[in-house]
């Protein structure tokens, strides 16, 4: 599970010489807590991918998202904060291996002039397997962007 957790991060760092300036890599804290990654398609959409490690109960998180911004519901001073939203997968691996859908809802802040970005997330997910439960999670961070 190590080196599979080492060549993930490993692909998704190589995005950072492939897309330049749109990759941003960073840390979640919270349930769960890890490794943040943003690959930005435009403006308004992007990928988000994590790797993380629920401290609650010992269990290892993967997770893929695909999230689009709206940038007219808050307007700060300064830089911009959307409000994002999306749907994605997430994987759980520890004695057994859960498999759910997620639904991502956050607010991005991104000061101006800056390679940084701040988020807050709440992600209702639905697990499908190995059995059909609801579950969210809740999480604050930072990313840079390369």
């Known amino acids: 599970m190590k080196k599979c957790v080492f060549l993930i991060v490993?692909?998704?760092?190589s995005f950072s010489i492939t897309y330049a300036g749109n990759f941003g890599v960073g840390v979640v804290v919270g349930e769960p807590t890890g490794l943040s990654f943003r690959l930005w398609q435009n403006k308004t959409q992007a990928f988000d991918f994590?790797?993380?490690?629920?401290?609650?109960?010992?269990?290892?998180?993967?997770?893929a998202d695909v999230v689009t911004h709206n940038y007219g519901v808050f307007r700060p001073?300064?830089?911009?904060?959307?409000f994002y939203y999306g749907v994605g997968v997430r994987v759980l691996s520890a004695e057994s291996t859960n498999f759910g859908i997620r639904i991502p809802l956050g607010i991005v802040y991104i000061p101006k002039g800056t390679n940084l970005d701040f988020f807050f997330e709440l992600v209702p997910t639905l697990e499908l397997v190995p059995q059909t439960t609801l579950d969210v999670d809740g999480s604050f961070g930072f990313r840079y962007y390369f």
């Not at 490993?10 to 760092?13: F, T």
């Not at 001073?77 to 959307?82: A, D, K, N, R, V």
Request: zero cysteines; a neutral charge; hydrophobic letters at 60%.
């Open 10 to 13: 490993v692909i998704l760092l």
């Open 50 to 63: 994590g790797v993380a490690w629920s401290l609650n109960a010992n269990v290892l998180h993967l997770f």
């Open 77 to 82: 001073t300064s830089g911009s904060m959307p």
